[in-house]
C-alpha cells in the first residue's frame, strides 16, 4: 500500500523557518507530480507548491520566494522549505503523490499524507 508520512510542522515564530518532510513507501515516485498542500480551520485545502517527475516546481504565489520545494527519488522523499513564515501559513500541511487531472493546485491527487501541523506566532 501507498502511504505518505508528513513530518518536521511545529510551531515557529514569524519569519521563522521550518523543514517539512513527506517519506513515500509502498511504490516509486519518480513518475508522479507531487504536491503540498495547506489546510486551515474552515477554509479549503490549498495548493503550496507542486514538482513534476522531470524536477520543475511551482508555487502559489503567495509563498514564491519564501518557500522551496524538492524531491529525491532515490530516497522517495519530498521536503518543502519554508522561510519567512508569516501568521497566515499556520496550517496543516500535507503531501500529496499522483496528480490525477491537469491542475496542480487542486487537490485531485491519488494519494495523501495525514498531514503535520504549521504553527506561526
Known amino acids: 500500500d501507498v502511504q505518505l508520512v508528513e513530518s518536521g510542522g511545529g510551531s515557529v515564530q514569524a519569519g521563522g523557518s521550518l523543514r517539512l518532510a513527506c517519506a513515500a513507501s509502498?511504490?516509486?515516485?519518480?513518475?508522479?507530480?507531487m504536491g503540498w498542500f495547506c489546510q486551515a480551520p474552515g477554509k479549503e485545502r490549498e495548493g503550496v507548491a507542486a514538482i513534476d517527475s522531470d524536477g520543475s516546481p511551482d508555487y502559489a504565489d503567495s509563498v514564491k520566494g519564501r518557500f522551496t520545494i524538492s524531491r529525491d527519488n532515490a530516497k522517495a522523499t519530498l521536503t518543502l522549505e519554508m522561510s519567512s513564515l508569516m501568521p497566515e501559513d499556520a496550517a496543516k500541511y500535507y503531501c500529496?503523490?499522483?496528480?490525477?487531472?491537469?491542475?496542480?493546485?487542486?487537490?485531485?491527487?491519488?494519494?495523501w499524507g495525514q498531514g503535520t501541523q504549521v504553527t506561526v506566532s
Open positions: 509502498g511504490g516509486t515516485i519518480s513518475m508522479y507530480c
Open positions: 500529496a503523490k499522483d496528480l490525477l487531472s491537469g491542475d496542480w493546485r487542486e487537490p485531485v491527487y491519488k494519494f
